[in-house]
Protein backbone atom coordinates (compact mmCIF):
# COMPACT_ATOMS: atom_id res chain seq x y z
CA UNK A 1 0.00 0.00 0.00
CA UNK A 2 1.29 3.32 -0.85
CA UNK A 3 0.55 6.35 1.27
CA UNK A 4 -2.20 7.47 -1.89
CA UNK A 5 -3.65 4.58 -1.19
CA UNK A 6 -4.69 5.28 2.02
CA UNK A 7 -5.13 8.95 1.91
CA UNK A 8 -7.93 7.61 -0.94
CA UNK A 9 -9.28 5.54 1.39
CA UNK A 10 -9.46 8.65 4.20
CA UNK A 11 -11.05 11.36 2.02
CA UNK A 12 -13.80 9.13 0.92
CA UNK A 13 -14.62 8.38 4.73
CA UNK A 14 -13.70 12.05 5.64
CA UNK A 15 -13.97 14.55 2.36
CA UNK A 16 -12.06 17.37 2.79
CA UNK A 17 -14.08 19.48 1.12
CA UNK A 18 -16.73 19.44 3.85
CA UNK A 19 -13.52 20.48 6.42
CA UNK A 20 -14.47 24.20 7.69
CA UNK A 21 -13.06 27.16 5.39
CA UNK A 22 -10.96 27.69 8.49
CA UNK A 23 -9.64 24.59 9.00
CA UNK A 24 -6.55 22.46 7.78
CA UNK A 25 -7.04 19.02 6.87
CA UNK A 26 -5.15 16.68 4.92
CA UNK A 27 -1.16 15.85 4.31
CA UNK A 28 1.01 17.58 7.04
CA UNK A 29 4.17 16.02 5.78
CA UNK A 30 5.05 13.15 3.86
CA UNK A 31 5.46 11.68 0.27
CA UNK A 32 2.52 9.85 -1.13
CA UNK A 33 4.16 7.40 -2.96
CA UNK A 34 5.79 5.86 0.07
CA UNK A 35 4.92 2.64 1.14
CA UNK A 36 2.93 2.38 4.28
CA UNK A 37 2.39 -0.91 6.57
CA UNK A 38 1.85 0.71 9.97
CA UNK A 39 -0.75 3.75 11.18
CA UNK A 40 -0.91 4.94 14.15
CA UNK A 41 -4.06 6.83 14.88
CA UNK A 42 -4.10 9.94 17.52
CA UNK A 43 -6.04 12.84 18.70
CA UNK A 44 -3.42 15.46 18.79
CA UNK A 45 0.02 15.96 17.02
CA UNK A 46 2.50 16.13 19.93
CA UNK A 47 5.75 14.85 20.68
CA UNK A 48 4.83 12.27 22.47
CA UNK A 49 2.82 10.93 19.60
CA UNK A 50 5.33 11.22 17.30
CA UNK A 51 7.49 8.78 19.73
CA UNK A 52 5.10 6.08 20.05
CA UNK A 53 4.54 6.31 16.45
CA UNK A 54 8.70 6.18 16.08
CA UNK A 55 8.81 3.09 18.65
CA UNK A 56 6.19 1.64 17.33
CA UNK A 57 7.88 2.16 13.48
CA UNK A 58 4.46 3.83 12.31
CA UNK A 59 4.69 5.07 8.72
CA UNK A 60 1.95 7.38 9.20
CA UNK A 61 0.34 9.26 11.96
CA UNK A 62 -3.51 10.19 11.45
CA UNK A 63 -4.35 12.86 13.86
CA UNK A 64 -7.70 14.55 14.27
CA UNK A 65 -5.85 17.73 15.17
CA UNK A 66 -4.09 19.92 12.47
CA UNK A 67 -0.79 20.88 13.50
CA UNK A 68 -0.43 24.26 11.92
CA UNK A 69 -4.09 25.38 12.06
CA UNK A 70 -3.03 29.17 10.90
CA UNK A 71 -0.29 28.28 8.45
CA UNK A 72 3.30 29.12 9.35
CA UNK A 73 6.19 30.85 7.42
CA UNK A 74 8.90 28.03 9.11
CA UNK A 75 9.33 24.31 9.98
CA UNK A 76 12.23 25.05 11.39
CA UNK A 77 13.29 22.84 14.71
CA UNK A 78 13.19 26.32 16.93
CA UNK A 79 9.52 25.49 18.12
CA UNK A 80 7.76 22.25 19.69
CA UNK A 81 5.87 22.13 16.08
CA UNK A 82 9.15 22.47 13.94
CA UNK A 83 10.79 19.90 16.11
CA UNK A 84 8.04 17.46 15.60
CA UNK A 85 8.10 17.91 11.71
CA UNK A 86 11.49 17.55 11.64
CA UNK A 87 11.55 14.04 14.07
CA UNK A 88 8.62 12.96 11.32
CA UNK A 89 10.47 13.41 8.05
CA UNK A 90 13.94 12.29 9.44
CA UNK A 91 12.15 9.24 10.30
CA UNK A 92 10.02 8.68 6.97
CA UNK A 93 6.73 9.48 9.11
CA UNK A 94 4.22 11.04 7.48
CA UNK A 95 1.36 13.15 9.05
CA UNK A 96 -2.19 13.49 7.87
CA UNK A 97 -5.05 14.92 9.42
CA UNK A 98 -8.87 14.78 9.37
CA UNK A 99 -10.70 16.93 11.52
CA UNK A 100 -13.84 19.26 10.62
CA UNK A 101 -14.36 16.84 7.92
CA UNK A 102 -14.13 13.40 10.25
CA UNK A 103 -16.29 15.92 12.76
CA UNK A 104 -19.50 16.06 10.31
CA UNK A 105 -18.92 12.77 8.46
CA UNK A 106 -21.29 9.68 8.79
CA UNK A 107 -20.00 7.97 10.64
CA UNK A 108 -17.76 10.43 12.59
CA UNK A 109 -16.59 11.86 15.58
CA UNK A 110 -19.56 12.49 17.36
CA UNK A 111 -21.03 9.23 15.83
CA UNK A 112 -18.24 7.28 17.86
CA UNK A 113 -18.95 9.30 21.09
CA UNK A 114 -22.51 8.74 21.31
CA UNK A 115 -21.80 4.79 20.95
CA UNK A 116 -18.89 5.31 23.91
CA UNK A 117 -21.69 6.62 26.27
CA UNK A 118 -23.93 4.45 25.08
CA UNK A 119 -26.73 5.37 22.66
CA UNK A 120 -27.39 2.77 20.74
CA UNK A 121 -30.32 3.27 18.19
CA UNK A 122 -30.10 5.53 15.88
CA UNK A 123 -28.56 8.81 15.48
CA UNK A 124 -29.13 12.08 13.35
CA UNK A 125 -26.75 14.97 13.65
CA UNK A 126 -27.50 17.62 15.78
CA UNK A 127 -26.37 20.55 13.29
CA UNK A 128 -27.17 18.90 10.00
CA UNK A 129 -25.45 20.37 6.73
CA UNK A 130 -28.17 22.41 5.03
CA UNK A 131 -27.68 19.75 1.77
CA UNK A 132 -26.82 16.69 4.09
CA UNK A 133 -29.49 16.08 6.77
CA UNK A 134 -27.35 12.80 7.21
CA UNK A 135 -24.02 14.71 7.49
CA UNK A 136 -23.45 17.53 10.21
CA UNK A 137 -22.13 18.44 13.47
CA UNK A 138 -22.90 16.38 16.75
CA UNK A 139 -25.61 13.97 17.26
CA UNK A 140 -28.74 13.06 18.86
CA UNK A 141 -30.43 10.13 19.65
CA UNK A 142 -31.95 8.13 22.54
CA UNK A 143 -30.75 5.93 25.19
CA UNK A 144 -32.28 2.30 25.00
CA UNK A 145 -34.06 2.90 28.61
CA UNK A 146 -34.72 6.11 30.28
CA UNK A 147 -32.42 6.78 33.49
CA UNK A 148 -31.21 9.76 35.50
CA UNK A 149 -28.62 12.18 34.84
CA UNK A 150 -26.54 11.07 37.43
CA UNK A 151 -26.74 7.88 36.08
CA UNK A 152 -26.20 8.53 32.24
CA UNK A 153 -22.87 10.94 33.94
CA UNK A 154 -21.90 7.76 35.67
CA UNK A 155 -21.66 5.30 32.50
CA UNK A 156 -20.33 7.91 30.41
CA UNK A 157 -17.59 8.66 32.21
CA UNK A 158 -16.91 5.03 32.31
CA UNK A 159 -17.39 4.95 28.31
CA UNK A 160 -14.99 7.22 27.90
CA UNK A 161 -11.11 7.02 28.44
CA UNK A 162 -10.18 7.95 32.01
CA UNK A 163 -8.91 11.54 32.35
CA UNK A 164 -7.40 14.06 35.26
CA UNK A 165 -10.63 16.14 35.03
CA UNK A 166 -13.05 13.50 34.46
CA UNK A 167 -16.65 15.13 33.75
CA UNK A 168 -18.54 18.00 35.29
CA UNK A 169 -22.46 18.04 35.15
CA UNK A 170 -24.82 20.46 35.52
CA UNK A 171 -28.71 19.75 36.42
CA UNK A 172 -30.54 18.28 38.83
CA UNK A 173 -28.59 14.57 39.07
CA UNK A 174 -32.50 12.71 39.24
CA UNK A 175 -33.33 14.30 35.97
CA UNK A 176 -34.41 11.79 33.92
CA UNK A 177 -32.71 11.17 30.73
CA UNK A 178 -33.54 9.44 27.35
CA UNK A 179 -32.67 12.08 24.61
CA UNK A 180 -29.37 12.72 24.69
CA UNK A 181 -26.91 15.23 22.37
CA UNK A 182 -23.33 14.84 21.79
CA UNK A 183 -20.51 16.85 20.37
CA UNK A 184 -16.79 15.72 20.19
CA UNK A 185 -14.38 18.88 21.20
CA UNK A 186 -15.66 22.24 21.87
CA UNK A 187 -19.06 22.34 21.87
CA UNK A 188 -20.31 25.98 23.05
CA UNK A 189 -21.06 26.91 19.73
CA UNK A 190 -23.95 24.22 19.61
CA UNK A 191 -25.00 25.13 23.17
CA UNK A 192 -28.64 26.91 21.42
CA UNK A 193 -29.19 23.91 18.96
CA UNK A 194 -29.34 21.65 22.07
CA UNK A 195 -31.55 23.82 23.22
CA UNK A 196 -34.16 24.01 20.27
CA UNK A 197 -33.60 19.80 19.81
CA UNK A 198 -35.48 19.44 22.69
CA UNK A 199 -32.71 16.91 24.35
CA UNK A 200 -32.65 15.74 27.93
CA UNK A 201 -28.88 16.32 28.20
CA UNK A 202 -25.78 17.97 25.86
CA UNK A 203 -22.64 16.30 26.60
CA UNK A 204 -19.72 18.14 25.00
CA UNK A 205 -15.98 19.39 25.82
CA UNK A 206 -14.40 23.03 26.64
CA UNK A 207 -17.28 24.15 27.60
CA UNK A 208 -17.45 28.04 29.63
CA UNK A 209 -18.75 29.24 33.63
CA UNK A 210 -21.27 31.69 31.70
CA UNK A 211 -22.99 30.08 28.71
CA UNK A 212 -23.20 27.03 31.30
CA UNK A 213 -24.52 29.07 33.71
CA UNK A 214 -26.95 30.79 31.54
CA UNK A 215 -28.16 27.86 29.37
CA UNK A 216 -29.07 25.94 32.70
CA UNK A 217 -30.48 28.74 34.70
CA UNK A 218 -32.73 29.36 31.06
CA UNK A 219 -34.31 25.74 31.61
CA UNK A 220 -32.14 24.35 28.97
CA UNK A 221 -31.26 20.64 28.70
CA UNK A 222 -28.54 19.53 31.58
CA UNK A 223 -24.92 19.72 30.90
CA UNK A 224 -22.16 17.39 30.48
CA UNK A 225 -18.50 19.03 29.99
CA UNK A 226 -15.75 16.13 29.44
CA UNK A 227 -12.35 16.10 28.63
CA UNK A 228 -11.81 17.37 24.97
CA UNK A 229 -9.19 14.65 24.02
CA UNK A 230 -11.42 11.64 25.45
CA UNK A 231 -15.27 12.89 23.63
CA UNK A 232 -12.92 12.76 20.32
CA UNK A 233 -10.98 9.85 21.32
CA UNK A 234 -13.67 7.22 20.20
CA UNK A 235 -13.40 7.97 16.63
CA UNK A 236 -10.10 6.95 16.68
CA UNK A 237 -11.27 3.42 16.60
CA UNK A 238 -14.04 4.22 14.13
CA UNK A 239 -11.41 5.68 11.75
CA UNK A 240 -8.99 3.02 11.88
CA UNK A 241 -11.66 0.20 11.52
CA UNK A 242 -12.86 2.41 8.30
CA UNK A 243 -9.15 1.28 7.05
CA UNK A 244 -9.66 -2.36 7.79
CA UNK A 245 -12.99 -2.57 5.98
CA UNK A 246 -11.82 -0.63 2.83
CA UNK A 247 -9.45 -3.73 2.06
CA UNK A 248 -6.19 -2.05 3.09
CA UNK A 249 -3.69 -4.17 4.05
CA UNK A 250 -1.88 -2.14 7.23
CA UNK A 251 -1.34 -2.29 10.79
CA UNK A 252 -3.46 0.03 12.91
CA UNK A 253 -2.89 1.29 16.08
CA UNK A 254 -4.88 3.70 18.29
CA UNK A 255 -2.91 5.78 20.83
CA UNK A 256 -3.96 5.21 24.12
CA UNK A 257 -1.52 8.24 25.16
CA UNK A 258 -3.70 10.77 27.00
CA UNK A 259 -2.48 14.07 25.33
CA UNK A 260 -5.75 16.24 26.98
CA UNK A 261 -4.38 19.52 27.69
CA UNK A 262 -4.88 18.81 31.45
CA UNK A 263 -2.78 16.26 33.35
CA UNK A 264 -3.50 16.46 36.83
CA UNK A 265 -7.02 17.31 38.87
CA UNK A 266 -6.40 18.25 42.74
ZN1 LIG B 1 -10.92 18.76 18.98
Given at each position: MTLT???????????PARAESWDAVGLVCGDPAERVHKVL???????VVAEEALDWGADLIVTHHPLYLRGTTSVA?????????????????????????????NPGVSD??????????DLVPLQPFPDDPWRGL???????????????AARAAKGLPRTS??????????RPVTRVAVSGGAGDSLLATAKAAAV?????????????????????????????????????DSAASI???????????????????????Y
Open positions: DVIEVLEAAYPFAVDPVAATTPKGRLIHRLIKHDVALYTAHTNADTAALARAVGLTGGRVGELPEPTTLGEFGGLRVAGDLADVFLTADLRHHPASEFVESGGPALIDAAHWATEWPWLLHSSGVTVETRVSATVTDAWTRG
